[in-house]
Structures are given as C-alpha cells and as structure tokens.
C-alpha cells in the first residue's frame, strides 16, 4: 500500500517569506508527527497529533511553526517569516491506533532558505 | 527518556554479521529499547524493539543484557544495502515522539 508522503520533496525560498509543507499519511493511521534534521543530526521532534488534535508540540522551537490537521489525515506544517537557521530536512511520520511503536516515515522535505 | 551512547561509525565486511551496539545505562523499568535506520536521503525505517527479553525479526536481532544497561542490534548477514546510520532509542512503550541522537553510521564494505 501506499506510505507516507510529504510535498513538496524540494522548496527553496527566501528569507522572510512563508512557506508550507504537506503531510499524507498512511490511511487510517491515527496519529501524525512532525520532526526536522538538520545536516549531521538525527531528527528533532516537532509536533505529535493524534486525530485532528496537537497531542504535543513541545518541539516546535517558536511562534514562527504552527501545523495543523484539520480532518485528521493530511497535515501541513507552517512556518512564518523563514530564517536561514530553518533550513532542514522536514521529515513526518504516522502509526497506527493500535500500536505506536512503529513509525512509519516519509521521505521528507528539504527546505532551503537563502 | 534515558540518554543513549553509540559508536560514531563501524565498518562491516559483506556477508559478515554486523553487531552494533548501545549504551542505555539510565534506562528506567518501563522503558523500552528501539532501533530505527536512515538509509541515505530517506526518512528512518523501524527495525525491532524490546523491554528485556532477545528478539529476533526478518531484519535483525536485539540483545539486551540482563542489567538492560546495553544492548546490541545484530543484522546477521550485512549486504551493501544496510549502508545506513542505525539509532538505539530509549522510550517508553506509551510514549509519542522518538528522541533521536546522532546514531551510529554502518558502511557494509563489498
């Protein structure tokens, strides 16, 4: 079946503008997280929905990110007023009800700022 | 969550077992061990988890030592595809996000 997809794989933007990032998890997958890698590091948690709600989004690192989930499938992350220290691979991941031990991964978005 | 510690990198020769291991000296009762893999320019794949007891899947093996202070994630027959930076993460099993470091880079050598 189909896994989980981000778009746009690729997005180049300039400082100070806005940008979006699209999240389709897997179907029926209830719960939905948000990370970012930077070059070198592991992934960061962001944001951690289950349903349409933000269970936890003790790792968005300012005002700046907001995501939302508005039906409980596909989210998208936001961020304002993009700085040079935003750019990163932003990576989503959704599991199942039943079992939150597995993660299922996206291939991420690179988000580069100039 | 506990605090782990790998190895930066390790080589493996092909063909050959690869055996990776953590350190989780902090790893409280409830905790679990999980590794995950980041294959170059993808997102981390799960490979097995366990509380205390060995287990085995299609894709590795998980020892844990009785103390559960360390364990060891073993791919028994390495090939060139398991080229990738494997995480040892410390959670518990109803927790949410993952708390990744910086994992353990393997090159499978041909």
């Known amino acids: 079946g189909a896994g989980v997809s981000q778009t746009p794989s690729n997005k180049v933007t300039e400082k100070g503008k806005y940008v979006e990032l699209r999240c389709d998890p897997i179907?029926?997958?209830?719960?939905l997280y948000w990370y970012r890698q930077s070059l070198g590091q592991g992934p960061e948690f962001l944001i951690y929905?289950?349903?349409?709600?933000?269970?936890?989004d003790s790792g968005l690192p300012n005002d700046r990110f907001f995501a939302v989930r508005p039906e409980g499938s596909v989210s998208t992350l936001k961020i304002q007023r993009t700085e040079r220290g935003d750019s990163a691979v932003y990576l989503c991941?959704?599991?199942?009800?039943?079992?939150?031990?597995?993660?299922?991964f996206g291939p991420g978005t690179r988000l580069t700022v100039l | 969550d506990a605090k782990t510690t790998q190895p930066t990198s390790m080589d493996c020769a092909e063909g050959r077992a690869a055996n990776l291991p953590c350190n989780h000296s902090?790893?409280?009762?409830?905790?679990?061990v999980y590794w995950y893999r980041q294959i170059h320019s993808q997102g981390p794949q799960y490979i097995i988890h366990?509380?205390?007891n060995n287990e085995t899947n299609e894709m590795a093996s998980l020892i844990i030592t009785e103390d559960r202070k360390s364990s060891t994630l073993i791919l028994p027959h390495a090939t060139l595809r398991d080229t990738a930076v494997y995480y040892c993460?410390?959670?518990?099993?109803?927790?949410?996000?993952?708390?990744f470091g910086t994992g353990t880079s393997l090159t499978v050598i041909p």
């Open positions: 902090t790893i409280s009762g409830n905790e679990y």
């Open positions: 929905f289950q349903g349409t709600g933000a269970a936890d």
């Open positions: 179907s029926g997958h209830t719960a």
């Open positions: 366990g509380l205390k």
């Open positions: 993460i410390v959670r518990v099993d109803t927790g949410n996000q993952f708390y």
């Open positions: 991941a959704s599991s199942p009800a039943y079992s939150y031990n597995e993660q299922f």
